[in-house]
């Protein structure tokens, strides 16, 4: 009796075991794809940084893979010490801190307008702010545009002119329109006012969503680089990428600068990108946990969900 039920139980075990291999080699084959597709993302992002860390003569011959060669800092010192390059870079800041408070100052109360039902025209405005994703006047006349307002070389051009889009519009809209009833409710229970509404209610509750927007504004600000190249002149007022450009192709093209960068051994032009490239992403890896954490913090706000 008991070596019939210690049978059973081993023949239950090994059923068991059967029923859930397919699940273990999914989990394995599902792993395997997970650690592929975060090495082929994380491997740019190592190799500029090992390119910006090698000697030129290093990764002119093919020598940098993944780890630094001939380990220098050179590249940075050169980046460092060229004036126009902090210029560039408190432009870009300018551009990315200052377009991006532009957007949400336009984004936000326009999106909870939109999320209102009481609002006259209602469905018109949004179907019109729908309507840009998918048609747009074109580069020429938004160029001709810009040009009749007296935007082109200007700083305010760049934060006006791309301070609103359509897409966050009808996110954030999304985001207010999916708050629960009840809180509005009670607020004009208070007496609260609309702009009572929107800083006390809606701006505390709906913050992963704003900080998802700002977000997407941000990097799509810090990586402006054909409008920027299109409507600014003067070297003044050039953003980081515009200024990596101008290294890329006149850097090239100035003969006296490729005869000395050829002969320098520990900087060539592929160091001096990579390095440009590292110190641009510094504040946007800097700024990324910081929003991270408001992240949670807003989805633990307090709240009835429907």
Known sequence: MVSDGIAEALAG??????????DRVFGIVNASLVLLLLASMLY?????????????AAVTSGRVLLWPVDLTLAAY???????LFWIAYGNTLIYAVGGTLMSLALIVPGAYALSRPRLFGRRV????????????????PFFLNMR???????????????????FNVILLRNAFEGMAPSFE?????????????????????????ILTVALLCLVT????????????????????????????????????????????????????????????LVPIVAAYPYLLKHFNKGMTLGGIKE
């Open 77 to 83: 010192g050169q980046v460092l010490s060229d004036r």
């Open 185 to 209: 409710d009670a607020a004009r229970l208070e007496g609260a006012n609309e702009f009572q509404l929107l800083r006390y209610i809606f701006l505390p509750l709906s913050m992963p969503a």
């Open 221 to 280: 600000r810090w990586n402006g680089y054909f409008w920027a190249m299109i409507l600014l002149r003067g070297e003044e007022k050039i953003p980081l990428q515009v200024y990596l450009k101008r290294i890329i192709v006149d850097l090239r093209a100035d003969d006296a600068a490729a005869a000395r960068l050829a002969h320098a051994s520990d900087y060539s032009f592929e160091t001096i990108m990579a390095a440009i490239i590292v110190v641009s």
């Open 44 to 56: 740019p992002f190592l190799y500029i940084a090992a390119v910006s860390l090698s000697s030129g």
């Open 148 to 166: 009749d307002l007296g935007l082109i070389d200007s700083r305010l051009g760049i934060l006006v002119g791309f301070a609103c889009s359509a």
């Open 125 to 140: 405005f949004n179907f019109l702010v729908a309507f840009t994703l998918w048609f747009h006047a074109g580069m020429i």
């Open 13 to 22: 075990q090994q059923q068991t075991a059967r029923r859930f291999e397919p």
